[in-house]
Nanobody
Framework: QVQLVESGGRLVQTGGSLRLSCAASGGAFSTYAMGWFRRVPGKEREFVAAITWSGDSKYYAEFVKGRFAISRDNAKNTVYLQMNSLEPEDTAIYYC??????????????????WGQGTQVTVSS
């Protein structure tokens, strides 16, 4: 059983930066593709970014616009989401997720088998 624990979310002002972390345990982290998603109350879960097991390929949502960067440290079983130039519209609960399968559709939340509990990011205007 894979367990994922997110951290790093907090209140930040518009234009600020945050780095979210997701620590994994209980599985073979270095073989999993990892993703970040976010959810705003009343809306569907939304893809933010994903990274393959090796870190060689990274994928981003259009709204990221070069502001966010996903990375991973397989020695630490951790995936990161660096978020810069934050906007109030980025306010959401951010979740990390693990894909233990072939990782074909990393933008689709159904691709992922394991999810963390989420960390709240609030951007004030």
């Amino acid at each position: 059983q894979v367990q994922l624990v997110e951290s790093g979310g907090r209140l930040v002002q518009t234009g600020g930066s945050l780095r979210l972390s997701c620590a994994a345990s209980g599985g073979a982290f270095s073989t999993y593709a990892m993703g970040w998603f976010r959810r705003v109350p009343g809306k569907e879960r939304e893809f933010v970014a994903a990274i393959t097991w090796s870190g060689d390929s990274k994928y981003y949502a259009e709204f990221v616009k070069g502001r966010f960067a996903i990375s991973r440290d397989n020695a630490k079983n951790t995936v990161y989401l660096q978020m810069n130039s934050l906007e109030p519209e980025d306010t959401a609960i951010y979740y990390c997720a693990a894909d233990t399968g072939p990782a074909y559709f990393l933008r689709n939340p159904k691709e992922y088998e394991y999810w963390g509990q989420g960390t709240q990011v609030t951007v004030s205007s």
